[in-house]
């Protein structure tokens, strides 16, 4: 008895050992697809609740869901959920509070729903014989303004219908065009284009008729693919609706002047109000009395990465004049306090996405919140409302009271996901990159690390190239990820990156392979320097977009750098790429016109002209629907790889865009990656 005693104590004193110094299990990618999403973040217009919508992913035996919740804006509100059914999107507070409008294809098309918050069911609203993919509602609680897909020459949605099923008949399959652009994205232009309505709901609260607040424009609002209703803005009486738009010309794939339209409610002119500035205006958003207009600004045409600066317009006068124009950050998420007199903003800020006050009057400009990417920025009474990511953290919803900066947790939708999982520690680092000047990064720590060991490097460099590698939780490029497979992670926000101010941003165009490729090689050998367990010597470096086009340029300028190379949608041939991409502005900003006319960018930073120095062994991934970086870019660097008789491999995936979205495709490509990895590393 006492042997067996002993035995079974000795047994658990084992199996305590072991759960004790178990091997920590970080990040995967099974365990992302698995993670709850947050959208549709609304608060009341009395600053009292927030709405917000749960995307939940099917999990064993467990369903798809995409419900609403309920909270009340306090730390210790509890949320409840208030739908039952699925994809509910688009989330409009009732101006009285009284209730949230949204949208939902309960019916069998994507129609607007109303739900009393004082109890009952959600009730149709709307009754329209096309989609509706959007909507907006005035304070005055009865101009509707929504975004259909219609037949520009019809004039009904009838019409539009009619046209829908014609074409649907046709036999033929041939698209026939008289003028660019004919694709974007990852999708052929239709002949369908996004136009604005608007619509009175009728006695009995019914909305089944609209009217074209664009009618015959040849343009989509907002524009696709990734504009949404963030673009419309509607004046509290109603009469009138401000959205972006890029009017309607063959000259479109090749300008960025987005401007500011106003049209009066029944009407069918739209005015440009920023018709003398020729470069980038969006964003409108109406001061708390609704006689001043905000909006962003660039002033740089034909460049979409320039300097978001912040105007007010006055309605009446038409006069503009730009706040905090001293201010070096390009800003986004314009919200009003109150009185009008506070503007909140986010912005890039040296690795994060912060939150920053300004005071209108005097263009002071304090940064109030800097931890990770914010986004969703509402204003609640003396609070903040916004959702925040970080590197060891997917989006959640925070409150940041004005009082006393406090900052404290909205929601967890995560927690139970994450209980279980280790993330490797970061850290933001400097060095002295090109020209002596100060760059920034990150290094990422494997999970589990053991101080005085050694580990292999994923070096990943982001795109853009105007981009950044910062303090955030990304579903396609996640650090964390490569920390929990045992590699240190190195990113570097080059010249080049955003969030550095507009100098910084600014110049790397004309020079893709110059700077940039110097505070690379300053910066890996800098982190290695300042953190001796990365193994500089034991690396790999990978890259999508302009990082793809960054791993074929450090293929034939820095190759003996790394011991393997990843290479996804990057560019090879830069005449090659003008040709057949879409938005012809990007190439002619960032190399000095067509290429037909003669800029020596197009052969000085060409990584197809340095093939004789490539060695390193690559793989290269490529979607075969990325109409921005067309696949013929990477198929062209495989066959020169294949072609030399370099260690590589292609995966092409059919349905993918510029990204890889769907969930066993991000599955097979970081298998892929980690298979390369580890057959070119040592650990």
């Known amino acids: 008895m006492r042997k067996s005693l002993l035995l079974l104590l000795s047994l658990f004193a084992a199996s305590a050992a072991t759960s004790v110094h178990a091997k920590p299990q970080g990040l995967t990618v099974d365990k992302i697809s698995e993670l709850n999403k947050i959208h549709s973040v609304a608060v009341s217009p009395n600053g009292h609740h927030l709405v917000y919508g749960v995307n939940s992913p099917a999990v064993g035996d467990k369903a798809k869901t995409n419900y609403l919740y309920l909270k009340p804006l306090r730390e210790n509100g509890v949320a409840r959920q208030i739908t039952s059914s699925t994809g509910e999107h688009n989330v409009v507070w009732a101006p009285d509070n009284s209730g949230i409008y949204f949208l939902t294809g309960r019916s069998g098309s994507s129609q607007i729903w109303f739900l009393s918050l004082t109890g009952g069911e959600a009730v149709q609203v709307s009754d329209l014989p096309l989609d509706i993919e959007g909507f907006k509602i005035a304070k005055n609680g009865q101009t509707f303004v929504l975004s259909i897909s219609v037949d520009p020459e019809c004039e009904t949605l009838d019409c539009t219908v009619k046209s829908k099923q014609k074409a649907a008949e046709e036999k033929a399959t041939g698209r026939v065009y008289d003028q660019l652009m004919v694709r974007h994205w990852d999708t052929w232009l239709p002949k369908w284009k996004r136009h604005l309505f608007s619509a009175t709901p009728d006695a009995k609260g019914k909305i089944t008729d609209a009217t074209d607040l ?5 343009t989509d609002v907002p524009a696709r693919p990734f504009s949404g209703m963030e673009e419309v803005a509607i004046t509290h009486d109603g009469a009138q609706v401000i959205f972006t738009a890029k009017a309607p010309g063959p000259d479109q794939p090749w300008h960025t002047n987005y401007d500011l339209y106003a049209v009066k409610v029944g009407g069918n002119k739209p005015q440009n109000l920023t018709e003398q500035n020729k470069a980038w205006d969006a964003h ?10 905000a909006y962003l600004a660039m002033i740089k045409p034909g460049f979409e990465a320039d300097r978001f600066g912040i105007m007010l317009m006055d309605l009446k006068s038409g006069k503009t004049h730009e706040v905090a124009a001293d201010w070096d950050r390009s800003t986004g998420g314009l919200v009003f306090s109150n009185d009008g007199k506070t503007l909140y903003v986010s912005a890039q800020d040296l690795g994060q996405r912060s939150i920053f006050e300004i005071d209108i009057a005097n263009d002071k400009v304090e ?29 959640e919803i ?5 009082a006393n900066n406090k900052v404290y947790a909205l929601t967890a939708v995560n927690a139970d996901h994450l209980k279980e999982i280790s993330f490797g520690d970061f850290e933001q680092f400097t060095f002295k990159g090109w020209n002596d000047e100060t760059v920034y990064g990150y290094w990422v720590k494997p999970v589990g690390f053991k101080k005085g060991q050694k580990y292999p490097v994923a070096f990943l460099i982001h795109g853009g190239p105007q981009g950044s590698f910062g303090n955030m939780f990304h579903y396609r490029w996640n650090a964390q990820l490569w920390a929990a497979q045992g590699y240190g992670v190195v990113m570097i926000d080059f010249h080049g990156s955003t969030g550095y101010g507009q100098e910084f941003t600014n110049s790397i165009s004309r020079d893709w392979g110059g700077k940039p490729l110097e505070d690379l090689q300053k ?44 290479n996804h949608a990057g560019l090879y041939d830069l005449p090659g790429f003008y040709a057949t991409t879409e938005e012809l502005w990007f190439p002619e900003h960032e190399w000095g016109g067509p290429q037909w006319d003669g800029s020596e960018d197009y052969t000085k930073f060409n990584p197809a002209d340095y093939v004789e120095n490539w060695q390193t062994p690559m793989l290269v991934i490529h979607g075969e629907k990325d109409f921005r970086v067309p696949y013929d870019q990477g198929l062209a660097a495989f066959t020169a790889l294949q072609r030399r008789n370099i260690p590589s491999r292609l995966i092409m995936y059919p349905e993918e865009n510029h990204w890889i979205l769907n969930m066993d495709n991000l599955k097979q490509w970081y298998s892929e990656v980690f298979r390369w990895m580890d057959a070119w590393t040592e650990k």
Not at 214 to 218: G, I, V, Y
Not at 538 to 565: H, P, T, V
Request: charged share 15%; proline share 4%.
């Open 214 to 218: 664009m009618p015959n424009w040849q």
């Open 284 to 293: 409108p958003v109406l001061s708390p009395d609704g006689k001043t207009l």
């Open 367 to 395: 940064r109030l919140y800097a931890d990770g990417y914010v986004g969703d920025l509402q204003f609640a009474g003396g609070k903040l409302v916004f959702t925040r990511h970080a590197l060891n953290a997917p989006k």
């Open 398 to 402: 925070k409150a940041l009271s004005l």
């Open 523 to 566: 910066g890996f050998a800098a982190v290695a320097e300042q953190q001796a367990w990365l193994d500089a010597n034991n690396a790999c470096a990978l890259g999508a977009s302009y990082g793809g086009y960054m791993i074929n340029w450090i293929a034939g300028k820095w190759n003996d750098g790394f011991k393997c190379l990843v």
